[in-house]
């Protein structure tokens, strides 16, 4: 098991940019794999971003593709996101998480061992 603690939310204005970091402990960091899910309220948790465990491969949401960027530091344990040209509609608690072993179906929440407990994103216009 994995703990994880984001941070880097915040209220920010269209257009902007911010970048989350999730802090993680416990186990190896190397032997997660790791995503980025965010959740608007009364909506489902969505896919935004993963990377392997090495950080050779990345994927994306189609809503994010080319603005947002996902990266880790593995001699700190960290991931993060990197969000550019916030739009309104990126308002949402962001959430990272962790999965070990094979990375199939990293678009699907269902898939990850470990979470944290989010830190909220308000863009305003």
């Known amino acids: 098991q994995v703990q994880l603690v984001e941070s880097g939310g915040g209220v920010v204005q269209a257009g902007d940019s911010l970048r989350l970091s999730c802090a993680t402990s416990?186990?190896?960091?190397?032997?997660?794999?790791m995503g980025w899910f965010r959740q608007a309220p009364g909506k489902e948790r969505d896919f935004i971003a993963a990377?392997?465990?090495?950080?050779?491969?990345?994927y994306y949401a189609d809503s994010v593709k080319g603005r947002f960027t996902i990266s880790r530091d593995n001699t700190k344990n960290t991931v993060y996101l990197q969000m550019n040209s916030l739009k309104l509609e990126d308002t949402a608690t962001y959430y990272c998480?962790?999965?070990?072993?094979?990375?199939?179906?990293?678009?699907?929440?269902?898939?990850?061992?470990?979470w944290g407990q989010g830190t909220q994103v308000t863009v305003a216009s």
């Open positions: 998480a962790a999965k070990s072993g094979l990375f199939l179906n990293y678009h699907h929440l269902k898939n990850y061992d470990d």
């Open positions: 416990g186990r190896s960091f190397t032997n997660y794999h």
């Open positions: 990377i392997t465990w090495n950080g050779v491969s990345r």
